[in-house]
């Protein structure tokens, strides 16, 4: 079945530091790979998406290129603000007969300190 | 605005008596989800539906049901609800052939 791991947190860096979060997939198929993002007290929200291999996703500075040769979907930017602290969920959406599921990893912490 | 709501936000029940968690979207979106979020296991697919009428077991369906009755409304029921289904849950929303689902805000749930 699909599955995604990421990189176990919580992660502490100082502001402007560069930031990269793991994420490496099993999946049948075709999948999308996606990351969201979820704000203290907040729902989750779309960071990024790719929709097939060498696709790279990007905002807010951040970006994740999905490679198919090493399954993987890592997340990084090159200088983290306060503000981006928050937890990162890594997923994985794909067909399972008419279920087209998102599948997610455990999510990392990541905190930024000014 | 397009947006996924969900109500209540926050609840705490004892255990056994039965509620229901509200789902509304406005995208007219025809794929409705619920998830579940617990520390260290990320989120949990609970029930979906593909359309007005149909729904079917995501991954951790025991202890909850759903009814689609309306393509913009997709309710969580817990007949009975127990401790261990205290968690924060997440209804989601996705137009076909689209890729990507559009989540509501989260209802934190505590069952004594």
Same mark, same amino acid.
């Given at each position: 079945?699909?599955? =995604? $791991?990421?990189?176990?947190?919580?992660? $502490?860096?100082?502001?402007?530091?560069?930031?990269?979060?793991?994420?490496?997939?099993?999946? &049948?198929?075709?999948? !999308?790979?996606?990351?969201? =993002?979820?704000?203290?007290?907040?729902?989750?929200?779309?960071?990024?998406?790719?929709?097939?291999?060498?696709?790279? *996703?990007?905002?807010? *500075?951040?970006?994740?290129?999905?490679?198919?040769?090493?399954?993987?979907?890592? %997340? /990084?930017? *090159?200088?983290? #603000? =306060?503000?981006?602290?928050?937890?990162?969920?890594?997923?994985? *959406?794909?067909? +399972?007969?008419?279920?087209?599921?998102?599948?997610?990893?455990?999510? &990392?912490?990541?905190?930024?300190?000014? | 605005?397009?947006?996924? &709501?969900?109500?209540?936000?926050?609840?705490?029940?004892?255990? @056994?008596?039965?509620?229901?968690? $509200?789902? !509304?979207?406005?995208?007219?979106?025809?794929?409705?989800?619920?998830?579940?979020?617990?520390? +260290?296991? @990320? %989120?949990?697919?609970?029930?979906?539906?593909?359309?007005? /009428?149909?729904?079917?077991?995501?991954? =951790?369906?025991? @202890?909850?049901?759903? !009814?689609?009755?309306?393509?913009?409304?997709?309710? %969580?029921? %817990?007949?009975?609800?127990?401790?261990? #289904?205290?968690?924060?849950?997440?209804?989601?929303?996705?137009?076909? +052939?689209?890729?990507?689902?559009?989540?509501?805000?989260?209802?934190?749930?505590?069952?004594?």
């Amino acid at each position: 079945g699909n599955s =995604v $791991t990421q990189m176990e947190g919580p992660v $502490t860096l100082s502001e402007e530091a560069f930031l990269t979060i793991n994420c490496t997939y099993t999946a &049948t198929g075709y999948p !999308s790979l996606f990351w969201y =993002v979820q704000y203290p007290g907040e729902g989750l929200q779309l960071l990024l998406k790719a929709t097939k291999a060498d696709d790279k *996703g990007s905002n807010k *500075g951040f970006e994740a290129t999905y490679r198919k040769e090493t399954t993987s979907f890592h %997340l /990084e930017k *090159g200088s983290v #603000q =306060v503000s981006d602290s928050a937890v990162y969920f890594c997923a994985l *959406g794909n067909s +399972g007969g008419s279920n087209y599921k998102l599948t997610f990893g455990k999510g &990392t912490l990541l905190t930024v300190n000014p | 605005e397009a947006q996924v &709501t969900q109500n209540p936000r926050y609840l705490i029940t004892v255990t @056994g008596k039965k509620l229901t968690v $509200t789902c !509304s979207q406005n995208m007219n979106h025809e794929y409705m989800s619920w998830y579940r979020q617990d520390p +260290g296991l @990320g %989120l949990r697919q609970i029930y979906y539906s593909m359309n007005v /009428e149909v729904t079917d077991k995501g991954d =951790v369906p025991e @202890g909850y049901k759903v !009814s689609r009755k309306e393509k913009r409304n997709f309710p %969580l029921i %817990l007949e009975s609800p127990s401790p261990n #289904q205290t968690s924060l849950y997440f209804c989601a929303s996705r137009d076909t +052939g689209g890729r990507e689902q559009f989540f509501g805000p989260g209802t934190r749930l505590t069952v004594l």
